[in-house]
């Protein structure tokens, strides 16, 4: 996900994760999803060359928010 104002400046990551019915590769597609939020690690920081950012990231715990939905 990136910034509105500023599209060059990362802000997170998002997954959207699908729930699958049985096995590979015969499974098949449910209803059921899961969206996946997280703050950006380090060396993506460092690849876009916010080196601030980077730093702070080192120092702080890794947050995940995990949000799982039914899609209708």
């Not at 049985?22 to 597609?29: A, L, N, Q």
């Not at 060396?43 to 209708?72: E, F, Q, W």
């Amino acid at each position: 996900m990136r910034c509105t104002t500023d599209p060059k400046h990362l802000i997170g990551l998002k997954k959207m994760l699908v729930y699958y019915e049985g096995r590979v590769p015969c499974g098949t597609k449910t209803d059921w999803g899961m969206n996946e939020y997280r703050l950006p690690d380090a060396t993506c920081c460092n690849a876009a060359g916010d080196s601030s950012v980077a730093s702070s990231m080192n120092k702080s715990p890794k947050v995940y928010i995990y949000i799982i939905l039914h899609r209708t």
